[in-house]
């Protein structure tokens, strides 16, 4: 990779970033289509968010992810956010336009829909179970509504916060498409019996509590499709039950990839090249390689 002064800088801005993914995906796409960019990460405090935005923008960086804890604050940082990320009530990317503006936007909506397109599985009609109502749910819940799913039934351990996601998606859809009902493991088992999709957006399960599943003592059947967003590890305790059981399933890499690549659809203007930013990420999520 070539750096030199005219090299676009694009970065994330998080709280810790050490571990993130984005660098690693975002400059092999870079490299692959051979431009002259780097993307880096930023451990970003809260009350300097404002002002490395700001530095960001005066630099002349072509873009930025934003990943936990600004998601949220980022937002009224921005002279525009797009209607999507606004309904989510976050902001993953931003865009700095040439005539000085600051766009806000969600990807994480479209990286659920093109992973389950990608692996055949419809939304539209369906019957989906949600697991959790955190951050990530909002984009998915939200998604699974403009798509089209028949019924979305979220399931959380806060009663508040599954409240919360199913009035705001109701506002926006219609009250009679969303529900929500607590995480307990019998309303867990009806609800997956019913269900044609499930998707996880707990942290359940995630490294290094990689022994745990999210619907432990669940029987799941054949006919359903689960999906688990945790891409850490590829493949879940839940993803791996779910397979024994028969059930189809994606898994979560798939998500990250095409937010990422809907996020340089954004800042570049392209389609950037899917299957090198998969191969980078699997290679580096696979046991035994370094990140
Ligand atoms: P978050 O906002 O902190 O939400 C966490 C969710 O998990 C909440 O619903 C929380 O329930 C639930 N939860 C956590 N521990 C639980 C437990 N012990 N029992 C029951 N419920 C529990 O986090 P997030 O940003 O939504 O991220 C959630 C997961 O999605 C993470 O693993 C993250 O890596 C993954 N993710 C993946 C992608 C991707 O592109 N594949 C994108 C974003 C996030 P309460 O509300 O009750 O606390």
Redesign the pocket.
């Known amino acids: 990779m070539k750096i030199d002064n005219r090299t676009i800088l694009y970065g994330v801005f998080g709280g810790t970033v050490e571990h993130s993914l984005s660098p690693l995906i975002h400059n092999a796409s870079f490299e692959s289509l051979g431009f002259n960019c780097v993307y880096l990460g930023f451990g970003v405090p809260p009350e300097k968010l404002r002002q490395a935005l700001f530095g960001a923008q005066a630099l002349g960086f072509g873009g930025l992810s934003i990943t936990?804890p600004h998601k949220a604050a980022v937002m009224e940082m921005c002279d525009e956010v797009d209607p999507a990320a606004k309904m989510i009530g976050a902001v993953n990317t931003i865009e700095f336009t040439a005539d000085g503006k600051i766009i806000g936007y969600n990807t994480?909506g479209i990286?659920v829909a093109r992973a389950l397109k990608e692996c055949g599985v419809m939304i539209k009609g369906r019957k989906v179970m949600v697991l959790?109502?955190?951050?990530?749910?909002r984009g998915v819940v939200f998604q699974l509504a403009k798509e089209g799913a028949k019924k979305i039934t979220i399931l959380?351990?806060?009663i508040a916060?599954a409240e919360n996601l199913t009035a705001d998606v109701g506002r926006a859809f219609g009250n009679d498409i969303v529900e929500w009902a607590p995480?307990k493991p019998e309303v867990a088992q009806k609800n997956a019996q019913e269900s044609d999709l499930i998707i996880n957006?707990?942290?359940?399960g995630?490294y290094p509590d990689v022994d745990r599943n999210p619907l432990e003592g669940v029987t799941l059947s054949d006919d359903v499709t689960v999906f688990d967003?945790?891409?850490n590890p590829m493949r879940t305790k839940l993803l791996n039950e779910a397979e024994r059981a028969g059930a189809d399933t994606v898994t979560?890499d798939l998500?990250?990839v095409y937010?990422a690549v809907e996020q340089e659809r954004i800042w570049l203007g392209i389609e950037p090249p899917a299957g090198t930013m998969l191969d980078v990420m699997r290679n580096a999520l696979t046991p035994g390689n370094n990140t």
């Open positions: 936990i994480d990286g959790g109502a955190g951050g990530a749910a959380n351990r806060t916060r995480f957006t707990t942290s359940i995630m967003i945790v891409y979560g998500m990250l937010q």
